[in-house]
């Protein structure tokens, strides 16, 4: 099976800092990988697909980047809507989610 | 608008079974599978398994392959998960999501389900 493993688990930052999530495969998943938020109560919403590609209607502030076993999340300015999980997940073998990163306010 | 709606919550006891109903509209049913993914509270997401709505077949997660069944009907658009043998750490929101097929991310999410296991 594969691992994601994200890191930081849990991100502390302010409205208009820049914020960027990491996600690290076991092994080379190439671009085969999605991320996804989610606010409390709701389910995922999709952000990013194949790594780099942005989900529409999705702001433009929202990045990917990365293939074989790295990929970064970015937000380039935080914005008060954006405070919520992030969960990178690989479809290359199956699926499989990171364990999340939590946005909050510092 | 693509929409995949759920059905309400659940309260069972241990040993028993769930069967969670996800109602898809406003696309071609077949076109896509379904997929499930739980989430236990305050935990992450946990993909379970999937099907397909075109052929019916499953792929399940390893720890779920005594106990799970999903399946589909396609004259209703809905697909369906059954889960036996509930026991207490089974509580948690279960979603279905669409998947275009094996090697696809899940772009439409339905509401979510709670499911309590509790005697």
């Known amino acids: 099976d594969i691992q994601m493993t994200q890191a930081p688990s849990t991100l502390s930052a302010s409205v208009g800092d820049r914020v960027t999530i990491t996600c690290r495969a076991s092994?080379?998943?190439?671009?085969?990988l999605a991320w996804y938020q989610q606010k409390p109560r709701n389910a995922p919403k999709l952000l990013i697909f194949d790594a780099s590609s942005l989900e529409s209607g999705v702001p433009s502030r929202f990045s990917g980047s990365g293939s074989g076993t790295e990929f970064t999340l970015t937000i380039s300015s935080l914005q008060p809507d954006d405070f919520a999980t992030y969960y990178c997940q690989q479809y290359e073998s199956y699926w499989t989610f990171g364990q999340g990163t939590k946005v909050d306010i510092k | 608008q693509v929409q995949l709606v759920q059905s309400g919550p659940e309260m069972k006891k241990p040993g028993a079974s769930v069967r969670v109903s996800c109602k898809a509209s406003?696309?071609?049913?077949?076109?896509?599978?379904i997929t499930w993914v739980r989430q236990a509270p305050g935990q992450g997401l946990e993909w379970m398994g999937w099907v397909s709505t075109y052929s019916a077949n499953t792929n399940f997660a390893q720890k779920y392959q005594d106990r799970l069944t999903m399946t589909t009907d396609t004259s209703t658009s809905t697909a369906y998960m059954e889960l036996r043998s509930l026991r207490s750490d089974d509580t948690a929101v279960y979603y279905c999501?669409?998947?275009?097929?094996?090697?696809?991310?899940?772009?439409?999410w339905g509401q979510g389900t709670l499911v309590t296991v509790s005697s």
């Open positions: 999501a669409r998947v275009l097929g094996r090697k696809n991310f899940f772009d439409y």
């Open positions: 406003h696309y071609t049913f077949t076109n896509y599978g």
């Open positions: 092994q080379n998943i190439g671009g085969l």
